[in-house]
């Protein structure tokens, strides 16, 4: 190849050597990307017999669909270090790729999921579910969850609190979605971007403890029942009924320590009536575990099973009470507490 008197070759030698065309060579030089060594008389470009490395180099970063600019910096990156080793330009290079590699597989495994529902309704139903599917982005953004959950929360909470309730309340749809699960999902955006309660806003849906309790006593609530939430899941995934115990005492606990009342019966009897007397934001809850759910398993708790689970466990407590000559449900001062995410 490099049989000239000075060792060094053509564009057109080094392009049929490498196997790509003249016109590659050249955008690639041109580019800055593959420094030619020198200029015959006639003009022509002359490559050194390292630039047979670096093109196939340059080959292998395009292959993985790397741009031009992020070529450039890996070589320029692997010039000041003479060869010795990728250095950090090639590993961001490759995360970033990946990165958006990701994020179109997921597109593309979303848009099968949602194709195949689209296939296998009555075809009656396909406008309904064509409209549903169609306002979500693929891959899907659970973007419009957060803002409704954050409208829905006491105002001026602590942005750690915030944080700490959407990432267990905002459910994110799986890698590989069945059919089911992106209805599911499609569903869920159509819910929490519509109308809550006959048109009056995400407000509507909120419970009464929203109004009464501060940011900070808010935050301890919301801390103490994500707590109960935990060990009432752990209760539901063994298959266990509503009962009371450590789930139980640490959701009450939460309503009593914020509002500074004391664990008595009469309080849980009165907190029992306040809690069924909130908004439901069931069909939330039910959708997310739909989105959730293993085919053919038992469901996932999500924090509205968890509420409800521990409400019935309280209900029932409750009626055991009342049945023994205790507590009975009435006008209670100190127990003035209200609804988690039902």
């Known amino acids: 190849m490099f049989s000239s008197h000075d060792g060094l070759c053509t564009i057109g030698e080094l392009a049929e050597h490498m196997g790509v065309s003249v016109k590659t060579v050249r955008f690639y030089s041109d580019h800055g990307l593959l420094p030619e060594a020198a200029r015959s008389a006639g003009g022509h470009r002359r490559y050194t017999p390292d ?21 450039r910096r890996i070589l320029d990156e692997q010039d000041e270090r003479d060869g010795d080793g ?27 999921a949602a194709l195949r529902l689209v296939q296998e309704c009555p075809p009656a139903e396909r406008p309904g579910r064509l409209r549903l599917v169609g306002a979500v982005a693929a891959p899907p953004s659970t973007a419009s969850l957060a803002r409704f959950w954050r409208a829905w929360l006491p105002p001026r909470m602590p942005a750690r609190s915030v944080t700490a309730f959407l990432e267990a309340a905002v ?18 955006h159509a819910f929490v971007t519509g109308p809550c309660d006959a048109g009056t806003g995400a407000g509507a849906c909120q419970p009464r403890a929203h109004g009464v309790a501060g940011a900070r006593a808010s935050a301890v609530l919301y801390a103490g029942l994500a707590e109960a939430y935990d060990l009432a899941g752990a209760e539901m995934r063994r298959g266990a009924g509503p009962s009371p115990g450590e789930a139980l005492d640490g959701f009450v606990h939460a309503y009593a320590s914020t509002y500074g009342a004391r664990d008595t019966p009469a309080f849980r009897c009165v907190l029992a009536g306040r809690l069924a007397g909130d908004p439901r934001l069931d069909r939330y809850w ?22 409800d ?19 009975r449900r009435g006008p209670v001062g100190e127990a003035s507490a209200s609804v988690g995410p039902a």
């Open 86 to 112: 990728a250095g950090g330009a090639l590993e961001d290079a490759v995360a970033d790729r990946l990165r958006v590699l990701g994020s179109e597989l997921a597109a593309l495994r979303w848009r099968e």
């Open 51 to 71: 630039a047979v490395e670096r093109l196939g180099m340059i080959r292998s970063l395009r292959g993985l669909d790397l741009s031009v600019p992020e070529v």
């Open 171 to 188: 459910t994110h749809p799986p890698d590989d979605p069945r059919p089911a699960q992106v209805l599911a999902f499609a569903r869920l």
């Open 309 to 327: 689970w521990l409400l019935a466990a309280l209900d029932a407590q409750v009626e055991m009470t009342a049945g023994h000559g205790g507590a």
């Open 286 to 307: 039910d959708l997310t575990a739909e989105v959730i759910s293993a085919p053919g398993g038992r469901p996932e708790p999500t924090p509205g099973s968890a509420h």
